[in-house]
């Protein structure tokens, strides 16, 4: 069964760094997504993706924040410079086009890439 | 904007024995998605089920059930003949279906721990 995958399972790095978390979305899905979780707390969206622009934002993913689809495969989500803040667990998913601009109603989740800023 | 509810921050079940968990959340829209997310120790984030909110019939997946009140705006999740593997996090989410050219974001409750006990 066709799934999401995220590399790197876990990244260390120090207070401001720049990381890049990668994900491959499913093949023949369109739409994709990070989300992230604090340790203990609720699952927090963060943007969406579409057609090689973002469709999506929330009041999280500031500046330092960015997306990107390098190539057909890879999604990824860069951090500039980390903060204390953003250790947490983020997670892409994505979901199908039915159609030019709509998207089916679920989201598969890859496994999360667990982020701890030293 | 969407707000999700689980009152519930933890519940036990006998293995075997049937357990509900709550969800309730707030809209005013006619037209979404409402799911439940499983979260083992892992995190990674499972689907269970998923319920349209246009469908009067509740979802049902083996031994996972719900019980979609649309008036009430309540969506609780039933795990019947509970095993040991189905102790988890569970997620309630909810998704719009009006703007779901844009992707749609997922909102999620802040959980419900489920132990169950041998």
């Known amino acids: 069964e066709p799934e999401v995958t995220q590399t790197p399972s876990h990244q260390v790095t120090q207070m401001g760094q720049e990381v890049i978390l990668r994900c491959v979305p499913i093949?023949?899905?369109?739409?994709f997504y990070w989300y992230r979780q604090i340790l203990g707390q609720k699952v927090e969206f963060l943007v969406s993706?579409?057609?090689?622009?973002?469709?999506?934002k929330s009041e999280i993913f500031d500046d330092q924040f960015s997306v990107e689809r390098p190539d057909g495969s890879n999604f990824t989500l860069k951090i500039r410079s980390t903060k204390l803040e953003d250790s947490a667990m983020y997670f892409c998913a994505s979901s199908e086009a039915v159609g030019w601009g709509v998207s089916t109603d679920t989201q598969y989740f890859g496994p999360g890439t667990r982020l701890t800023v030293l | 904007a969407q707000t999700v509810t689980q009152s519930q921050p933890e519940m036990s079940v006998q293995e075997a024995e049937t357990v509900t968990l709550s969800c309730t959340y707030d809209?005013?829209?006619?037209?979404?998605?409402l799911f439940w997310y499983k979260q083992p120790p892992s995190r990674q984030m499972i689907l269970v089920i998923r319920q349209e909110a246009y469908k009067q019939q509740n979802a049902t997946e083996n031994r996972f059930s719900v019980n979609f009140q649309k008036a009430a705006k309540s969506f609780s999740l039933k795990i019947s003949d509970s095993q040991l593997g189905d102790a988890a996090m569970y997620f309630c989410?909810?998704?719009?279906?009006?703007?779901?050219?844009?992707?749609?974001?997922?909102?999620f409750g802040a959980g419900t721990i489920l132990r169950v006990k041998s």
């Open positions: 989410a909810y998704r719009s279906r009006v703007r779901v050219e844009y992707g749609n974001k997922l909102v």
């Open positions: 093949s023949n899905h369109l739409y």
């Open positions: 809209t005013s829209e006619s037209d979404y998605y």
């Open positions: 993706f579409y057609n090689n622009e973002i469709s999506e």
